[in-house]
């Protein structure tokens, strides 16, 4: 089970050495990797980038409120074992055809080291990644119903992402290593657009880039506009055929950076305007009527 | 190895557990700090600290063990193995600094590729190759007006520097906070919520399904409590003029706990400095528009949790005098600290939350009154750290 493979960020996604050390140091001490940063810093997409470069599957475990973690372990059927034992339908004495793997079972079977994914673990219930806490550690976990336990033949790297919306508790972060994606800068935003539009004007870009971050920093901001606005927001402004020196001073499209309306009149009371000539007033949003 | 480190950690508030820095020890151990300090910062950081919040810590903590200590970027291994044994630095008298004007960045780039790839080894003390002590424009502890610093003290990439500029220092918990901060602690108050008490009175479906199946289909009911939150909460806020520079910071909390569907019950009410016997329905603290104290006492159980907000600085006799307010008109037979007395016997649970930080209070004009106040109510200074210590007291009786 040694590894030799090292991460080293992939094409598509643009990993600082800060991240690209902290995923491997997270695979070659075998623990989890804990990331956290504000929404649309590609908390998500780091597993992905990780199972890509360095050849494995990736398993995706997303976390809902209503998500125990027995549901990563396995599902006990008892419904299906019911309704056969009823209409006589396959064997119910054999426990083990109602027994379903979750993902961490899933990852923790899996013939080839896998990446595992626990997306958003915060938004489950307070208690539960202490519930994980020895299934992550010793990576095996034992099934009652059948007397199976089972352990993972390849150690998987688990990945979590938590968005900060409930404290975790200190025992399961006494295990995981951390790391935050802190907010691109602008010489990296260039090269994360660069990445997913490869083709767009380069002063285009640049201004729009400019643009984003003086609508980042305006103080009083509810709601920051993130990467993903800002890639919508490039797309928009090519589409539009807005020309890049009008950008920074008109701020045009500011709807598909900011969404709440609180916001939208904090930028107008800056930068006026707001919108292309033309473009419909009333339906962007009710703002004007305050 | 480095156990400065885990105490400095530990004083600046970081609780570096020993599984943690064993932790790090393994990956020393494995060689992953690369043998350079910059390498080591991330390491140690991904390792030892859990929280954004804390980076701050670390970096205080790492400078105060690392101060001084600088490491050369990452180089070719190869030039900076000629440049391991270095001649002492190069001293140059203040005469002999001439400026070279005649240089550019492009070319001395590109001399410095053409040197390395003639260079085959090491040269100390000489005026063309890359080493050191010489005036050659490439290598460390040497000294050419315009040359290039291969290795020695950096400037690009020190684990001391990148300690030193601090950038998480935003995130630190005792710093002042913005409405999802608040929200985020204000939702903590649902861990209040007490699945203990209440009736079994919900029907659980998976429990039953699940139990019904264990007997083989033989139905079996099984209830739970609901897991309502408990929490009902009144906020009472101070809109006197006093207030004013803090109006931003109180608005964020007001829009924060208005936002926070979790509460069974939530009501907001302001004053006007202190408590007397109304309180007002609106910011604008108009008597036409103003509940009586003692209506509102009775309309509010003890259960509900009492959270007041103000600076708590008046003129003493406002609070300590019959007829002290502030408002013409007032005719508040009692002084308000007897009124702010009753509203604390009443509720079994309130805090009072100060935007004053906590480090001023004794020097702010009014510290006599936030003395005394604080002698009522468990005062709160209005930080992230302030607000989680006043929402676990806010849990637990006085």
Redesign the interface.
């Known amino acids: 089970m040694e590894q030799k493979k090292h991460y080293r960020g992939s094409a598509k996604y643009i990993a600082s050495?800060?991240l690209i050390?902290?995923v491997?140091?997270?695979a070659?001490?075998k623990?989890p990797l804990?990331i956290?940063g504000e929404p649309g810093t590609g908390k998500t997409m780091l597993a992905q980038s990780i199972a890509e470069n360095m050849q494995m599957r990736l398993i995706i475990w997303n976390i809902k409120s209503t998500t125990k973690a027995q549901d990563g372990l396995y599902v006990?059927d008892?419904?299906q074992?019911?309704y056969d034992?009823?209409f006589g339908e396959g064997d119910v004495r054999d426990i083990k055809q109602y027994i379903k793997l979750g993902k961490l079972g899933e990852a923790f079977v899996s013939e080839e080291q896998t990446v595992l994914l626990i997306d958003e673990i915060d938004k489950a219930d307070?208690e539960f990644p202490n519930d994980l806490l020895w299934e992550l550690d010793q990576m095996s976990f034992y099934i009652p119903e059948t007397g199976e336990t089972v352990t993972a033949r390849h150690r998987p790297i688990v990945v979590i992402t938590s968005n900060?919306?409930?404290?975790?508790p200190?025992a399961f972060?006494?295990?995981?290593?951390?790391?935050?994606i802190?907010f691109p800068d602008e010489q990296m935003m260039w090269e994360i657009i660069n990445v997913h539009y490869p083709d767009l004007d380069i002063k285009l870009v640049r201004s729009a880039v400019r643009a984003f971050y003086k609508i980042r920093s305006l103080p009083?901001l509810?709601k920051k506009p993130s990467t993903s606005e800002l890639l919508d927001w490039v797309q928009a402004l090519a589409a539009g055929g807005v020309d890049p020196d009008m950008i920074e001073a008109e701020m045009p499209l500011p709807g598909v950076l900011l969404k709440k309306d609180n916001d939208m009149a904090l930028l107008q009371r800056r930068y006026g305007g707001g919108e292309l000539p033309g473009a419909g007033r009333k339906n962007l949003t009710g703002y004007r009527r305050g | 190895m480095f156990t400065g480190l885990f105490y400095a950690l530990r004083r600046e508030g970081v609780k570096v557990t020993v599984i943690e820095w064993l932790a790090l020890m393994e990956a020393l151990e494995l060689g992953l700090a690369n043998n350079s300090l910059i390498n080591f910062y991330y390491l140690a950081r991904s390792v030892l600290i859990k929280s954004e919040t804390q980076y701050d810590a670390f970096d205080r903590a790492f400078l105060q063990c690392f101060e001084g200590i600088e490491t050369p970027p990452e180089i070719t291994g190869e030039v900076l193995k000629w440049l391991e044994n270095a001649l002492p630095p190069l001293k140059v008298g203040q005469a002999d600094k001439v400026a070279d004007f005649h240089w550019s960045l492009d070319e001395l780039k590109k001399k410095l590729a053409e040197r390395l790839m003639k260079q085959t080894g090491e040269h100390h003390g000489g005026s063309h190759w890359i080493g050191t002590g010489g005036t050659s424009p490439f290598g460390h502890s040497g000294y050419h007006p315009a040359g290039v610093r291969i290795g020695g003290e950096s400037v690009n990439r020190s684990a001391v520097k990148v300690a030193a500029a601090r950038a998480y220092r935003d995130f630190r918990t005792d710093e002042t906070l913005n409405t999802r901060q608040f929200e985020l602690a204000l939702r903590k108050l649902r861990l209040l919520s007490t699945a203990v008490d209440g009736e079994r009175d919900v029907l659980d479906l998976d429990g039953t399904v699940e139990a019904t199946g264990r007997n083989a289909g033989r139905l079996e009911l099984v209830w739970a409590r609901g897991r309502k939150n408990n929490i009902k909460l009144l906020i009472l806020m101070d809109s006197g003029g006093s207030m004013n520079p803090y109006q931003r910071l109180c608005s964020r909390l007001f829009n924060a706990a208005n936002k926070s569907t979790h509460f069974r019950d939530l009501q907001f009410y302001y004053f006007h400095n202190c408590i007397y016997e109304v309180i007002f329905n609106d910011p604008f603290c108009l008597r036409k528009n103003a509940t009586g104290t003692y209506d509102f006492l009775r309309r509010y159980g003890p259960d509900y949790r009492l959270v007041i907000v103000g600076d708590a600085s008046m003129g003493p006799g406002e609070l300590l005098m019959s007829y002290g307010a502030l408002d013409w008109g007032a005719d508040n037979e009692e002084p308000g600290l007897t009124w702010l007395q009753r509203l604390a016997g009443h509720f079994e649970h309130s805090v009072w939350l100060n935007p004053i930080p906590r480090a001023h209070w004794e020097m702010v004009e009014g510290a006599r009154t936030i003395k005394l106040i604080g002698e009522v109510f468990p005062m709160f200074e209005l930080t992230l750290d302030g607000l989680n210590a006043a929402i676990k007291k806010l849990r637990v009786k006085k």
């Open positions: 050495e800060e050390n902290a491997n140091v997270a070659l001490l623990r804990l956290k006990y008892t419904v074992r019911l034992s009823q307070i900060a919306e409930k404290e975790l200190d972060l006494r295990r995981c290593i951390f790391h935050y802190a009083g509810q």
